[in-house]
């Protein structure tokens, strides 16, 4: 069977000195350029594990600056096979509410200047995205999610902005219409490059706000994203914990990818 090693976008929490044991620091190169962080890689139990911070570790990178090529390249040639990407997002609909967990299985693009692909170059790739998301990285979630007793959203689906500003309100209801249930400024070109990569991508979204298109709530701001998300953390930290001893039995055939 291969060796699972997880990659550990953003990192909520796991970088505390007595969940990681056998502790390295890496500072890397890619084809790409620099990762976003420096690599914290050792183990959590018996699962290796490999923890980037996709903004900086001082969230010092806007989003459409984040080098998202270099990043997921980095923990491919770390070896990882699967990769949870942890991410604050806007609710969409009224029944996912501020601090509810989402485990989104869809996407759309409303990006409109990244890279997409790590085939620009010498060869054209068609790669299927008609299920983005890991399958079974996100049943396994949410089976530990409803043990764990956490609000959840068993799936969903996210919208990516290029950011860094807020919807307009015009924008917000647009996206509703679209059928979009959460927005973000991250996923996408995550999800898309780890599948070309082979790797399984499943996102845990943190829900923070209203966006903007509900009436008589207050318009998102980066502090009521912030407060949300410091209360949340130890949720994710808690799940991901949970989590990491089962992957060893997931199929890992479910992410083919191209290289």
């Not at 298109?213 to 949340?232: A, D, F, L, Q, Y």
Request: charged content about 25%.
């Amino acid at each position: 069977m291969k060796k699972i090693k997880v990659g550990i976008i953003g990192g909520t929490g796991l970088d505390d000195t007595d969940i990681i044991n056998d502790r390295v620091i890496q500072d890397i190169s890619t084809p790409y350029g620099k990762p976003s962080s420096t690599l914290l890689i050792g183990t959590i139990g018996e699962t290796d594990v490999v923890v980037l911070s996709r903004h900086g570790k001082n969230h010092s990178i806007y989003p459409s600056a984040v080098n998202y090529r270099a990043n997921i390249y980095a923990l491919k040639q770390e070896g990882c096979t699967h990769i949870i990407a942890t991410t604050a997002v806007g609710s969409l609909r009224e029944e996912i509410e501020p601090g509810d967990l989402v485990f989104p299985d869809q996407f759309i693009d409303f990006t409109k200047q990244r890279p997409l692909t790590f085939f620009d170059k010498e060869r054209v790739v068609h790669i299927s995205m008609s299920h983005p998301f890991c399958e079974n990285l996100r049943s396994v979630l949410i089976k530990n999610a409803r043990e764990l007793g956490f609000r959840h959203h068993i799936k969903g689906t996210v919208i990516t902005i290029e950011g860094p500003r807020f919807s307009t309100k015009a924008e917000s209801h647009m996206f509703r219409g679209f059928g979009a249930d959460i927005i973000n400024m991250s996923t996408v070109p995550e999800v898309i490059l780890a599948r070309e990569l082979g790797i399984c991508y499943q996102g845990i979204a943190m829900s923070t706000d209203y966006d903007c298109w509900k009436e008589g709530e207050e318009p998102v701001t980066w502090e009521m994203i912030v407060e949300i998300m410091n209360n949340t953390a130890g949720k994710v930290k808690s799940l991901i914990l949970k989590i990491l001893p089962e992957i060893k039995y997931i199929n890992d055939d479910c992410n083919k990818g191209v290289a």
